[in-house]
């Protein structure tokens, strides 16, 4: 995990994903003034789920990031 990670997912509208990686990476940095600016700006984009929204299992954020690395080779060839 890594902040170009968190920004490529912000850029995409990933906003959850993007707040879960920044969090992350304060946990092993909290000293990051940077990550923590950021943690506060998504934090206040992310909306509360609605009660038919679930969060998403371990294997469906799997096939997400698997469909992103295909679409990042996939842009790098072309």
């Known amino acids: 995990m890594t902040k ?3 920004e ?3 850029q995409q509208g990933h906003i959850e994903e993007a707040y ?3 969090k992350t990476l304060s946990e092993k940095d909290p000293s ?3 990550i923590k600016e950021k943690l506060k700006e998504l934090s206040e984009k992310i909306k509360p789920l609605s009660p ?3 969060i998403p299992t371990t294997e469906e954020r ?3 990031l698997e469909k992103w690395l295909a679409n990042i080779r996939e842009r790098k060839r072309g």
Do not use: G, N
Request: hydrophobic content about 50%.
């Open 4 to 6: 170009t990670l968190a």
């Open 20 to 22: 879960q990686v920044f």
């Open 52 to 54: 038919d929204q679930s």
């Open 8 to 10: 490529i997912l912000m």
């Open 32 to 34: 990051d003034m940077e």
């Open 62 to 64: 799997i096939r997400t």
